[in-house]
Structure formats: C-alpha cells, structure tokens
C-alpha cells in the first residue's frame, strides 16, 4: 500500500545534540512538507520541497534543516539551534489534483521530547 | 497573508447529536480548503475538500462541509455524531498564488459524550 512512513515515532533528546526525523513516502509525490504541531496551535510548517533538490523555508523554519536528495526522502534535522524543540512532527506529501491544489497526505508523526 | 481561524478550540457534544464546528479564512484571492480529522497520537487524515463547483461538499464519516464565499467561511458539519468521532479536526486553505502551501487553522477538539 502507498503512504508516508515516519521514523522514530518517539525520539528524546538531550539539549545541545542535533537530531534527523527520517520521512519516506512512496506515492510519487512530488512536493513534500514537513509541519510542527503543539498543543492549541494548529499546525506550522517549517519547510516544503515542490521538486528533488529544491526546498523553501516555511513560517517557522529557524532551527531547523532539510535536504532533498531523492523524490522518496526527505529528512528534516532539528538543530541546537531551535529553542524550544519538544513537539509533534508531522511529515506530509502533496498530490496534484484537476483544480491544481495539493491534496496532502500525512504520516503518522514522529514525538519529539528534549530532555 | 492568509489566516484561518476556528472559532472554537473546544466543542463537547453528547452522541447521536449533531455538531458544527466553525472555519473562517481570510483572502481576496480563490482558495481551496479543507477539512482533515486527528486521531489521538496519529496524523492527519481528509475528510473533505472544496475546490470548485458546488459549494456543499460530502466527505467520509458522514461529514459535510458548505463553502460561502461572501462570509468567508467554512463550516463543517455532521447531522449525528458518534463516539469514534471523538478526534481534533482541522481547517486548512489553500492558495496556489502563495507558494503551492496549506495554512491551517488551530484546530478544534471534539469531545463526544455517550
């Protein structure tokens, strides 16, 4: 079956260390999306991929990197940086439908917790 | 830049109810929204989508969303509610013109009691 498989589902961190969430998806898409969620806040996204090779910075992208080597991958690497990283990370692919839109499709999350 | 706004961060309802949970954008240009549902500890899944054409739109679960260009709204809808529909739910909208990205709203918890 098709979708997006997140890994690890539960990470912990001490502060100071950089850790990658690791996104796959094997639908074909071609954009690809990376969101933060907390509690009450809906969802942030951090960065998006519309092509292999390409990535944009999103509303809250401080802290936070991103490659995209291949069409399946696309890892998001949480920095030292960020200051306040503990949340719910949720990766996401974009499908073209006939009015143009991106119908996202999402992983399971991966919970990070900074200890 | 574009907003979305649900107006209400907590909706508790009592089964076989009928709930609506309320969604406002803001933009002068076309969108495209929709609605997605969370289940605790997992991702987001469509319930629905507007993207052209009549302006109420089914989607899965018995969920219905009517899109009204004049208020700016988007409010989704289910005539009877069960306790499975126990979830958070998001709006989210859609602007090509910014950058082929969703922009979601906060999200309503929905708490249905037997």
């Known amino acids: 079956d098709g979708g997006i498989t997140q890994s690890p589902k539960y990470l912990f961190r001490k502060e100071g260390q950089n850790v990658t969430l690791s996104c796959e998806q094997n639908?074909?898409?071609?954009?690809m999306y990376w969101y933060r969620q907390d509690p009450g806040q809906g969802l942030r996204l951090i960065y998006y991929?519309?092509?292999?090779?390409?990535?944009q910075k999103g509303d809250i992208a401080e802290g936070y990197s991103v490659s995209r080597e291949k069409k399946e991958s696309f890892p998001l690497t949480v920095t030292s940086a960020q200051k306040n990283p503990t949340a719910f990370y949720l990766c996401a692919s974009g499908g073209v439908v006939t009015a143009g839109a991106n119908v996202l499709t999402f992983g399971a999350g991966s919970r990070l917790t900074v200890l | 830049a574009q907003s979305v706004t649900q107006l209400d961060s907590q909706v508790p309802v009592f089964e076989e109810a009928p709930v609506e949970l309320r969604c406002n954008y803001s933009?002068?240009?076309?969108?495209?929204l929709f609605w997605y549902v969370q289940y605790p500890n997992q991702g987001l899944q469509l319930l629905l989508k507007?993207?052209?054409?009549?302006?109420l739109v089914k989607g899965i679960n018995g969920f219905e969303a009517e899109f009204n260009k004049s208020q700016t709204s988007f409010h989704l809808r289910k005539p009877s509610v069960h306790i499975s529909d126990t979830a958070e739910y998001f709006c989210?909208?859609?602007?090509?013109?910014?950058?082929?990205?969703?922009?979601f709203g906060g999200g309503t918890r929905v708490l249905v009691k037997p």
């Open positions: 933009s002068s240009v076309s969108v495209y």
């Open positions: 989210a909208v859609y602007i090509k013109a910014a950058g082929n990205k969703l922009t």
């Open positions: 507007y993207l052209s054409g009549s302006t």
């Open positions: 639908l074909n898409h071609d954009a």
């Open positions: 991929s519309q092509i292999v090779n390409d990535f």
